[in-house]
């Protein structure tokens, strides 16, 4: 099966959100950095594992 990171969205008004998966848990080797407008992605590129992920919105240039 194809992976696929689901999140709620706190405030329908964000421009788009940051997303980040990697091996570690502290990001230090970061297998996928991508950008969604919408409140999922599906990652097709990896192996079965064990994965961390992140999720950061930026609205108008303000991070959260």
Do not use: H, M
């Amino acid at each position: 099966a194809t992976p696929q990171i689901g999140f709620a969205i706190l405030n329908q008004e964000k421009s788009f959100y940051e997303i980040q998966i990697s091996r570690s848990n502290d990001f230090s080797d970061i297998l996928v950095s991508d950008t969604s407008t919408i409140n999922s992605y599906t990652v097709n590129s990896l192996n079965p594992n064990s994965y961390y992920w992140r999720i950061r919105s930026d609205f108008d240039g303000v991070k959260g």
